[in-house]
């Protein structure tokens, strides 16, 4: 089980996961972290997507495979 909320993880991942681009990227990621279906219906919402959107523009995503870096945190 994992102990960090869904939502705080997502954002996470959003703000520090440069490989993720796209709100499904950051689903991924938290499917291969052991986050269940039910886990991830709490992203479903157009307000939490809107957000994750805004916090992946923020940093700068850019153009990179999102399963290579979805262990690591920078």
């Known amino acids: 089980m994992n ?9 996470e ?3 520090r996961n440069h490989a993720c681009l796209k709100v499904s990227d ?3 990621a938290l499917a291969r972290e ?3 279906i039910n886990d ?4 479903e919402g157009w307000s939490i997507r809107e957000q994750l959107k805004r916090r992946m523009t923020a940093r700068g995503a850019r153009a990179v495979d999102c399963g290579a870096s ?3 945190r920078s």
Do not use: K, P, W
């Open 3 to 11: 102990q960090t909320h869904v939502i705080e993880r997502a954002f």
């Open 13 to 15: 991942i959003a703000e």
């Open 26 to 28: 950051v689903r991924d």
């Open 34 to 36: 052991g986050y269940t």
């Open 40 to 43: 991830l219906m709490h992203l």
């Open 70 to 72: 979805a262990g690591s």
